[in-house]
């Protein structure tokens, strides 16, 4: 079984640095990253449009990711979802320059990052942006509390400050009475919890994960998945979430870039994904995902009709399709979308058959 952990440590001084409040976390513009000789030639060129093979064979080099824009807001789960080999790793090891990017600019709270000296690095990836890998042993000696308190050690902290830090943690992740196992007498699921835990007790201000959870079986990979979507919304951490598996970026996900042999072919919420595909390729990627599961009612609803206003059950707008098929099921009666009071529309049988069958938007027509 594989375990995650995080890149963390640094003196217990180091500046935290706070944004202003409408600062993305993460502006990267125009980003490039070719592999291969002379690859800082190879952006903008007439060969950069070549396909990947052709590439290869005229210049020897490989565009891992391709004039690459984004940006991750404050408090999101931001999740980079793509096949192998689309340049998902790529791109997030660039935004800390684990990967050292080729072209572009990246700024994390407004700050430069391609421009910061080694020392300055070192403190933005173990103070602010911390990387929970996949394949990252735990120290096998130590027990669970003092794994999630190595990362602390290094930075400096006292034994006592460690100790309550890491205990807290811990218990955050549902550890709490485990302080004292190894990681060896600890189940898989177990294991990722002490490398989450080890990874929020550095307290960064971004968590970046490299598919943490794909060695997992699907059981224990939906309860990680849950735990990283309720240690969210408890403290409202940025994250950056690397992931090949649809469903899981549409569970975790504030928003969504789908990449394509290292472009980003769509950038969205779960709901535009799904319910508005930017072309042929997103539109098959996403073909069988349960749309009544990802879609709101705000999208699948109809104008109000004469006398409709008044009855039926009242939704919040971002009611799922799901639910709302409950309510009308209930009550048999069309369920209004009600936002401040205000009806916006309507939802009925036709409606939600529509979403279900995929074919919402010429029902609506
Ligand atoms: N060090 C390297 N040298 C040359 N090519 C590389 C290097 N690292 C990655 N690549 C290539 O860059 C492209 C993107 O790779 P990357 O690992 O970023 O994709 P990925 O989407 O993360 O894939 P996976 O899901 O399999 O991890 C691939 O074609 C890969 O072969």
Known sequence: MTAVSAATATAPDAPLRRRPPSTPVFQVRDLWKVFGPKADR??????????????????????????VSFDVHPGEVFVVMGLSG??????????????????GRIAIDGEDVRGMDRGTLRQLRRHRAAMVFQHFGLLPHRTVLDNVAY???IQGRGRSER?????????????????????GQLSGGQQQRVGLARALAADPEVLLFDEPFSALDPLIRRDMQEEVVRLHREEGRTMVFITHDLSEALRIGDRIALMRDGRIVQCGT????????ADDYVRDFVRDVPREQVLTVRNAMRPVRDGEAGSGPALAPGTLVRDAIESVARTGLPARVVE???????????????????VAGRAAA
Not at 47 to 65: I, K, N, P
Not at 166 to 181: N, Q, S, T
Not at 340 to 358: I, K, N, P, Q
Request: net charge neutral; glycine share 12%.
């Open 151 to 153: 990362g602390l050690e």
């Open 270 to 277: 779960p709901e535009e994904i799904v319910g508005s595909p």
């Open 42 to 67: 190879v952006p903008g060129s007439p060969e950069a449009d070549l396909d990947a093979a052709e590439l290869r064979r005229r210049t020897g080099c490989t565009v891992a990711v391709r004039d």
């Open 163 to 183: 100790r309550r830090r890491a205990a807290e943690m811990v218990a955050k992740v549902g550890l709490a009475g485990l302080e004292g196992r190894r990681p």
């Open 340 to 358: 401040e009071g205000r009806c916006l529309g309507v939802v009925d049988h036709a409606t939600l058959l529509a979403v279900v069958a995929g």
């Open 86 to 103: 689309s340049g998902k790793s790529t791109l997030v090891r660039c935004l800390t320059r684990l990967i050292e990017p080729t072209d």
